[in-house]
DNA sequence: TAGATTGTTAATCGATTAACAATC
DNA sequence: TAGATTGTTAATCGATTAACAATC
């Protein structure tokens, strides 16, 4: 590895989609330049904050001038990989399957879903957002046969493993998880957890601390 | 507020609902005991970290002995409030409306769906997991006569300000909000968003920096 | 040139980890 | 009692913020 390239955290890392979002909409707006004070206020951090994170990268910046927002822009992309393509299956075409296959905005950002698989006879050949539910029988050759980057696991709990292991074994790289349950695999997998209970759990305790608060008063 | 209380951060608060996973699936597994050092290994994070994580709320463990599961499992499900009921609403019964309506697991926690609603005339009527899809329009009487604790948000981008607004209006505390743009009220409302093309995206960052660091070899 | 704002170093803050006395 | 493991204080580490020289 490059010794002078000190890896970038990944508190970095997550908030270049947010920084990514708030670019698009300036660019919708019409504004043409943002110094990192002004995004700073929009987006309610440090401006600090802004430009350590971007020099992490590369001076993007300009001083006197600030930011020019298209660039800046794209050049987050770049970083973001928005621009290569990336292929996905969804393993799993109950609810959240069919929400995930159904949702076409992914598509704008790089990721293509090109497979959806199940077990469940009563869905396997139903059409969802033109493609055909395959069975997971069909699952080892349609990778074989198809470049497949990331796995979208939306299968019950216990399968999880089970197909997240299967799909390491058949050179899936990536692998965004939906089941609550923290996948940690030793292959050169990389893995992104979605905990939707976690997430609606810990509304949960902000709303109960509020409610708390309110009773002091 | 209370001076001795420091706050809890919120990074220990994200960590809650992991270790009640945990301690979930080791109650089922029969185990009835666990130091912090061996739920450290399982969990893959320091045995220091769990016992500071669970004495900002309290000595939950015995010395010499560790801590009890079942008692354990219960405590944390308190602090998350597990067994108290949040009614939720969801505004937006499109694919993943009609997917968090459909899943069954956040009654389990405590967070019940007691409406949905929508403005598509094609949509309303239809029945999903027993519950009717409302028109927006009754939106303000429904949740006067009904105590509804969260709205969840799955509405179009455009929408989202404008509905997360008028739910505030209403007296709705907490909001869990799936459009790609960050809430933030200055009521007294809590939120969660979940960004999911956020999540997607910084997979697709992992996925070309493993692709880089390959070819690199 | 003067003003503005970056890139970057230094200071601060908070979170994680280590250590160990208390105690079951 | 001896051994084990907590609760808690102290040390370390990393991330955020502040400051300012560089420069457009």
Known sequence: ?????KKISIAV?????????YLYD????????????????????????IRQDLNCFGGF???????????LFREIGNILGVNETFNAVIIGAGNMGQALANYGNFEKRGFKIIGVFDV???????????????????????????????GILT???????VVAERL?????KGLWNFSPMDLELNHDVVIENVHLSDSLM???????????KENKK
């Not at 590895?1 to 390239?5: E, G, L, Q, S, W």
């Not at 943002?34 to 401006?47: C, D, F, G, V, Y």
């Not at 001038?65 to 298209?70: A, D, H, L, R, T």
């Open 155 to 161: 299968v019950p709990y216990d399968q999880t493993p």
């Open 120 to 150: 469940n006879p009563n869905i396997i050949g139903n059409k969802i957002n033109n493609l055909t539910v395959m069975h997971m029988d069909k699952l080892d050759e349609f990778i074989t046969n198809n470049k497949v980057d990331i």
């Open 61 to 71: 910046g300009q001083q006197g001038y600030g930011y020019n927002v298209e660039s």
């Open 1 to 5: 590895m490059d010794p002078n390239k």
């Open 26 to 49: 300036l660019l919708n707006m019409g504004i043409t330049r943002i110094s990192s004070k002004e995004l700073s206020e929009r987006m309610n951090i440090t401006a600090s904050q």
């Open 13 to 21: 890392i997550k908030r270049l989609p947010r920084y990514y979002r």
């Open 202 to 212: 810990v509304l949960g305790y902000k709303l109960k601390e509020m409610r708390n």
């Open 168 to 172: 390491a074994k058949l050179g899936v």
